[in-house]
């Protein structure tokens, strides 16, 4: 990571015009994560205050080193399954942006009590954190994965199918609680459906690490990657600045908008052998042929999101296509690796 990483947001974002209270304060929980850690450099860019909360557990202190000699900027290590923990992060914040959660649909079948405690009971904590703190606005990451079975595309909000995984039914639950957070104590919470996030800190190590920085690295390092089922499932992949430009938003959207989720994306469709054979002529490995393995259990096939709601209710208007985001997130990825 660059020292001029501030710069680069600040330089590159249309969002960098939002305009919120002076001295405003952000909780960022898992701050420390891929998408967690662009939100802190992103408000820090603007000029806000942030306080991180990570218990470290899937976050990484490499993500928020070069934030630590900010002075708007405050770490604070804990975890969201401790509600006191949670009651202390949220003293004179403004505005919360709640990503903490263990992410992975196979690691979710594997350990749904862990799941069920970390992403449901952990996001209940929050809010009940934030509604007693009297925060403005909780912006918590949902997940395409809510969708389950329902074959339609794209997918609409109101028309999801029978889950597929613990991890979707926790993303499923953590909709519903915000919901009745904003239903019976006021509390304006919106929910971000997250299609397929890639870009710059995405960890690209592990069993359970996402396809795109994966296959990245795999690459570079002249290894065979293997591509679960055919490679012919489709994805609406969402490059991170497209993120950060819905959870601001959704910091600024009226209350007419509250307890509700929206599929946050580009709304594009992207076969997985295609972006293969993309990555490796991008790298020069097009000499590199992929191996092919058994479908991931709880996976849906395709994913293709209609953003129509987030733009008409919060303003979303995502400035990076998947060509663009993905040239973006090579290059990081070659001069970081």
């Not at 070069?66 to 708007?72: E, S, T």
């Not at 909000?157 to 039914?169: F, K, M, T």
């Not at 919106?190 to 710059?200: C, E």
Request: aromatic share 12%; hydrophobic share 35%.
């Amino acid at each position: 990571m660059g020292s001029d990483a501030l710069d680069y947001i600040s330089k590159s974002m249309s969002y960098k015009h939002l305009k919120f209270p002076e001295e405003s304060l952000f909780l960022v929980t898992g701050g420390a994560g891929f998408i967690g850690s662009n939100l802190c450099e992103a408000i820090l860019s603007m000029g806000y205050r942030v306080r991180c909360l990570d218990d470290l557990s899937i976050g990484r202190q490499s993500n928020i080193d070069m934030f630590l000699d900010n002075p708007r900027y405050e770490f604070v290590k804990g975890d969201i399954k401790d509600l006191d923990t949670c009651m202390a992060a949220c003293e004179g914040v403004d505005y919360v942006l709640h990503q903490a959660a263990w992410g992975s649909v196979p690691r979710s079948i594997e350990m749904p009590l862990y799941y069920s405690l970390n992403n449901i009971q952990g996001t209940l904590n929050m809010l009940e954190a934030a509604r007693q703190n009297g925060v403005k606005k909780f912006v918590y990451a949902s997940s395409s994965s809510v969708y389950g079975d329902e074959e339609h595309l794209p997918k609409h909000e109101g028309q999801e199918g029978n889950l597929l995984s613990p991890y979707a039914v926790t993303k499923r639950c953590d909709e519903e609680w915000a919901k009745q957070y904003t239903m019976h104590y006021g509390l304006d919470t919106y929910g971000m459906r997250y299609f397929n996030v890639f870009g710059r800190r995405q960890d690209p190590n592990g069993a359970y690490a996402a396809v795109l920085p994966k296959f990245i690295k795999q690459l570079l390092d002249d290894e065979q990657p293997t591509i679960n089922g055919d490679g012919r499932q489709s994805r609406d992949f969402t490059y991170i600045d497209n993120v950060i430009e819905a959870n601001l938003k959704a910091c600024l959207a009226p209350h007419e908008a509250a307890g509700q989720a929206f599929n946050i994306a580009y709304g594009g469709r992207e076969y997985l052998i295609d972006i293969y054979h993309i990555l490796a002529k991008a790298l020069g490995k097009e000499h590199i042929q992929p191996k092919f393995g058994p479908d991931r259990k709880g996976d849906i096939k395709h994913s293709n999101a209609d953003i129509s709601k987030a733009r008409e209710l919060l303003g979303y208007s995502p400035e990076f296509d998947f060509e663009r985001g993905l040239n973006e997130a090579i290059e990081w990825y070659k001069a970081n690796l």
